[in-house]
């Protein structure tokens, strides 16, 4: 590669080049504008709503576009149903290798949305310096990579991302009926898709993710108080009688168990369209360190106490509900749950929701239009809920043949083929930070070619070798359009 032909330093940057660093004279006139024009924009916007009950509803419950904002809407995509999974994923893992996992897939996370950050800044200053205008357009994965590495990448990243967060909203329905199963035994399962399914019509409503300051709020109050009701719950309750911590048992249930906290870790999908709906994109970077630290805090804990209360019970309930007795706060545990699945389900399809509106050429038409244009997105994904609704293998298998492409490796290979010349790097549109100056370039290109070789290994490689044969178990135990799956 180009990027590797240079004549480095021992930091993997010019001579030239290290030095137009230090001296801050790369891209800086291109930075100093994007940042002007983004405070700018958010001072047109604060002037312009100033004094009236318009903009107060905007500003505290409709319109955000803060870094609080994005943390919110980050962590209400990050965790969710898959809480109610990784004590099971404990219990395929045992104690110790489910923390590991669940630390370096999150690293991993971590440092590819950063990736995805960067890449986005640069796609938006690139276009901005040609006089494009996004006011009514949302900028998306597949067109960042289109621009910046070519059609092919576009292509790629179109269809990963379609079936990652396509396939992540269709959990949303699932694990909907099945905390609803956990709540009202009376209606089987597939009642409670077909009438989840019917609610969930209604989140064509919300225009953009501007418009989610208060539904993610909630998310992440929902999934706090469940994850902690799980936590105190196990340990108030202690160990069943003859607990067994017998994991791992095989490579079949233990790589299925990673794939499932990659599944978790990869809440970054929607990166791209989180960081368009912010005032100031570019710290978009810091928000989604902060956002991973807070998912530890709730996840880590619940996962280990759950496991060490009912062992092995966990191997054959893939939903935590099924072993925890029942009482008042189970219950506004499980309704709870229901409440932030309606918020991720929103927070998933919306990628959808835009390419669904730009392949119509109506992206840009009046609400109602738009509207009316997504309601077969929102069908065709209530129909597959209803077909496969076991969502804890399900889980497994978008990390491992989906999310680690489209949120791992992709990303990965597009930073090194945007930045692979000397040209590139000193004209991009964010000026490296000391970390990344005493990495260097070679150093990035080491570290994104072992995320790739990790997760293509690990994650599609053995993780879609053990998912993809229990999906086939489980279709082969239950069958499709399962009236009530693992009742």
Known sequence: MGACEDESGENGYTHNEAEAIEKGTINGEANNNYIKQQQQQQETKTIASAGSLQSLWKKTIWHGGSVYDAWL?????????????????YSQMGYKWGVFFHLFYFSIGMYTCYLLARLYVEYRVRKERDGVDFNRHVIQYHEVLGSLVGLWAQRVALFFNIVTVGAVAVVQIIACASNAYYLNPHHNKRTWTIVFGAI???????????????????????????????????????????VKHSAPIDLQSFFTGTTNILF?????????????????????KYVYVACCFYVFSITIPHSLAVYWAFGDELLHKNNAFAVLPSSNARSTAIIFMIMH?????????MPLNFMWEKLWGVHQSPYLVRVLVRLPVVLLLWFLALAFPFFGPLNSLIGSLFMSFSTFIIPSIAYIITFRTLKARQNEAEKPNKPRRIVGWRGMVVLNLMVVLLIFTLGTGFGSWASVKNVIDQIKTFGVFQKCYQC
């Open 341 to 349: 699945q309606a918020v991720a389900f929103g927070l998933y399809i």
């Open 73 to 89: 809407n980050a962590v209400a995509a990050q965790v969710g149903q898959v809480i109610l999974s990784m004590p099971t994923s």
């Open 200 to 242: 969930s019509l209604v989140v064509i409503l919300l225009p953009t993710i501007h418009n989610f300051r208060i539904w993610s709020f909630l998310g992440v109050l929902t999934t706090t108080y469940t994850a902690w009701y799980m936590f105190s719950t196990s340990i108030a309750h202690g160990q069943v009688p003859n």
């Open 264 to 284: 978790a870790s990869g809440g970054h999908a929607i990166t791209i369209e989180i960081m368009h709906a912010m005032w100031k994109p570019a710290k978009y």
